[in-house]
């Protein structure tokens, strides 16, 4: 499974951004795609996450603030982003998992939120 990134950039507190992930290759049915973010000497963390049956998890930081979605025809997942925060900064990371336990990762969009 092949993940790739986009929507990362700069923006002032309390904007807006929307990150996309596109995935493709061979995924089973019954998967898991997400965001996870680390910061700078931090560990990565998961912000948000939405299975094939449309439930979803948020960290309880982000939770009122940032939205995922999936689009299951296009095999894309976007985490809209609002009310950014200066400690919202990262490294925003698209994951993949699935019921035979495979995992993977996109190569990182970087968010900057300035004061």
């Known amino acids: 499974v092949q993940l790739v990134e986009s929507g990362g950039g700069v923006v002032q507190a309390g904007g807006a951004l929307t990150l996309s992930c596109g995935a493709s290759?061979?995924?089973?049915?019954?998967?898991?795609l997400g965001w996870y973010r680390q910061a700078p000497g931090e560990q990565r963390e998961v912000v948000a996450r939405?299975?094939?049956?449309?439930?979803?998890y948020y960290v309880d930081s982000v939770k009122g603030r940032f939205t995922i979605s999936r689009d299951y025809a296009k095999n894309t997942v976007s985490l809209q982003m609002s009310s950014l925060k200066p400690e919202d900064t990262a490294v925003y990371y698209c994951?993949?998992?699935?019921?035979?336990?495979?995992?993977?990762w996109g190569q990182g969009t970087q968010v900057t939120v300035s004061s």
């Open positions: 939405m299975d094939s049956y449309g439930r979803t």
């Open positions: 994951h993949y998992d699935d019921a035979n336990n495979d995992k993977y």
């Open positions: 290759g061979s995924m089973f049915r019954i998967n898991v």
